[in-house]
Nanobody, 118 residues
């Protein structure tokens, strides 16, 4: 059982930056991979990034590679998504999720809105 709360969304101009946070609570969090997803109106949910709690493993979608960076702070039970060089097409609700190794993304936060203006 994992509880996830996202924060850090907001409105920025193209080229700007935001850092999203996902605070996690629950038992044995080290067993989980933390992921970031986003969904814009009328579009499918996109798997954006993921990171292990140690930070030793990361994943980035091609659409954000080189611009977004995931990180983790196991002492604070928090993962982050640093988003740089933001583009209007990055506008979406961003969700964090947790996947137990060998399982599925079965724990989700409620999302935080990111809006990038041109």
């Amino acid at each position: 059982q994992v509880q996830l709360v996202e924060s850090g969304g907001g409105l920025v101009q193209a080229g700007g930056s935001l850092r999203l946070s996902c605070a996690a609570s629950g038992r044995t969090l080290s067993r989980y991979i933390m992921g970031w997803f986003r969904q814009a109106p009328g579009k499918e949910r996109e798997y954006v990034a993921a990171i292990s709690w140690s930070g030793g493993w990361t994943y980035y979608a091609d659409s954000v590679k080189g611009r977004f960076t995931g990180s983790s702070d196991s002492a604070k039970n928090t993962v982050y998504l640093q988003m740089n060089s933001l583009k209007p097409e990055d506008t979406a609700v961003y969700y964090c999720a947790a996947q137990e190794f060998g399982s599925t993304w079965n724990y989700w936060g409620q999302g935080t809105q990111v809006t990038v203006s041109s």
